[in-house]
């Protein structure tokens, strides 16, 4: 069976997504003011030219998140497969309720008194024990 979970952000995520965005544009902007009037005419060549782009990339990048639906935040949408798991019958001549770590501790108990391991006092006493656990 596959189950889809999808997760979208909430009113108030988008606004503050919103908010966030204009002021990460507005403080981008100031670096790119400050790329073309200070840091390429004063002759920093290469590194003048990349602070510019990247500062433009930032302006861009928070015009997006000002003006699109849920601002910088998205939707995920995720499948999960699940494996289902029969349901037992107790009338199937199984006892369902009884663990298998129970029934294997059980099993071996038995396996040792056939051994001759364990005395028929042995099993029973330590047979009653782990029946108690339930």
């Given at each position: 069976m596959k189950k889809n979970i999808q997760w979208k952000p909430s009113p108030a995520a988008r606004k503050f997504s919103r908010i966030f965005s204009v002021v990460f544009a507005l403080i981008a902007l100031g670096f790119v003011v400050i790329g073309v009037t200070e840091i390429i005419p004063s002759g920093a060549g290469v590194f003048g030219i990349v602070w510019t782009l990247m500062a433009c990339t930032f302006v861009g990048i928070g015009i997006y998140g000002a003006v699109s639906r849920d601002g910088l935040y998205r939707g995920y949408s995720v499948e999960i497969e699940e494996e289902e798991t029969p349901r037992s019958n107790a009338r199937e001549g199984h006892v369902s309720s009884i663990g298998p770590d129970v029934k294997a501790r059980l099993e071996q108990l038995e396996t040792l008194k056939e051994a001759g391991l364990i005395t028929a006092r042995e099993?029973?006493?330590?047979?009653?024990?782990?029946?108690?656990?339930?």
């Open positions: 099993y029973e006493d330590k047979r009653q024990e782990i029946l108690r656990e339930l």
